[in-house]
């Protein structure tokens, strides 16, 4: 499911791209920065983070926390904090992306970590578990840090 979301989002930002009158490395780099941080980090996160804090027992059977409890709660107060931060990119630019863009990127830059680490611990890493974390998480690291230092020319608020 995320990997389709993932590349409906980044279709977007391409269509958004190719439609633009003026094209410059810095715009394309904060178009892609702001469709990943609002599409793929922020709203559905929001989603997530409100089922770990309404329906923790669900959420629980989905996530990698026996029994949730306080880790749980943690997890959904921190997913709706960088989500909502992420969402924020909607109405802001600038440096102001440099937040979310760093914390979403190190976020799924460690949780391609934690994940092969318990796949191997499981005997449960194939090509297609490895390749699909790469693509979700990895890869969304590597675009949320490539299209931040491309925006590097759209760092003032036009006022």
Do not use: K
Not at 19 to 41: F, H, K
Not at 51 to 75: K, N, Q, R, T, W
Not at 116 to 125: D, K, S, Y
């Amino acid at each position: 499911m995320f990997l389709l979301h993932l590349l409906l989002v980044l279709a977007a930002a391409i269509v958004h791209v190719v439609r633009l009158p003026a094209r410059t490395a810095s715009r394309i780099g904060e178009i892609g920065l702001r469709y990943l941080l609002v599409g793929y980090c922020g709203l559905p996160m929001v989603i997530l983070s409100l089922v770990v804090l309404i329906a923790p027992e669900h959420a629980s059977a989905h996530l990698p926390i026996p029994d949730g409890g306080m880790v749980l709660a943690f997890l959904g107060w921190a997913y709706l904090g960088m989500s909502l931060s992420a969402v924020l990119a909607l109405g802001h630019r600038g440096a102001y992306l440099l937040g979310p863009a760093l914390v979403w990127g190190t976020f799924f830059a460690g949780v391609t970590v934690v994940h092969v680490r318990e796949f191997l611990a499981q005997g449960t890493l194939t090509f297609t578990v490895a390749l699909y974390t790469f693509v979700t998480h990895t890869l969304v690291a590597i675009l949320l840090f490539t299209t931040l230092v491309a925006s590097r020319g759209a760092r003032r608020d036009p006022g």
